[in-house]
């Protein structure tokens, strides 16, 4: 996600993206505290770098600031999650109805190339794969999206969920699930039928929500 006014210097930069990686990919669980000297030591930059990078990751909410100053990563609560799927699950229909308004047969060739290789991975029962394709997927509605704000507004959204939503797919049943909730949205967008394709969405989305509240216990 494109970040607006960014502060950070190269190494700056470098420390924030080697942090918010580890955080998407577990490395540093929720709730964990994150010593500034530390890892100032560990990367070999100063502890002003490291500190700005954190608060970087504060402002996409990734990070939290306890009382004593100290950062720690942030944690969210079933709650706060389902909040955050109920606010995506309008945007995301907003974005899939914009995109039937413009999408081409050159975007519906790579969206209907992505639908084979997520069935072909579903099979395989390579659900990690499947999960990689099916960001591939949603980009590429991102990409023709004409409201650039929903669209940079819904990668906040994802980005605070990311380590959570891809999960989801590994809960029994739910990949079939998937893939039959993205093959629906891409013939409401071949269709170019704005009103289905805002439809479909949101009901994917609505299902991502209720497979969390079901299994949070496995998710968080």
Do not use: W
């Not at 380590?163 to 071949?190: D, P, V």
């Amino acid at each position: 996600m494109e970040r607006k006014g960014n502060p950070l210097s190269s190494s700056g930069e470098k420390v924030y993206e080697i942090i918010k990686q580890r955080i998407i990919d577990h490395i540093y669980v929720p709730s964990q505290t994150l010593v500034e000297s530390a890892l100032a030591e560990e990367l070999e930059v100063s502890r002003n770098t490291v500190k700005k990078a954190l608060m970087q990751l504060v402002n996409e909410k990734l990070v939290e600031l306890e009382a004593n100053k100290s950062a720690r990563v942030k944690s969210l609560t079933m709650e706060e999650a389902v909040h955050l799927l109920e606010i995506r699950e309008r945007l995301e229909g907003l974005i899939a109805y914009r995109a039937a308004q413009v999408i081409t047969d050159k975007e519906l060739d790579i969206m209907k190339t992505n639908l084979e290789e997520m069935k072909a991975l579903i099979k395989e029962n390579k659900l990690v794969e499947y999960s990689a394709i099916n960001d591939i997927l949603h980009k590429t509605i991102y990409d023709i999206c004409p409201n650039r704000e929903a669209v940079e507004m819904i990668q906040s959204i994802k980005l605070q969920l990311r380590r959570y939503n891809k999960r989801t797919i590994l809960i029994s049943g739910r990949s079939t699930g998937s893939y039959s909730e993205h093959e629906a949205i891409f013939k409401a967008l071949e269709a170019h039928n704005p009103e289905e394709a805002e439809r479909v969405m949101r009901q994917h989305i609505a299902n991502v929500r209720h497979t969390l509240k079901e299994n949070y216990s496995m998710l968080f």
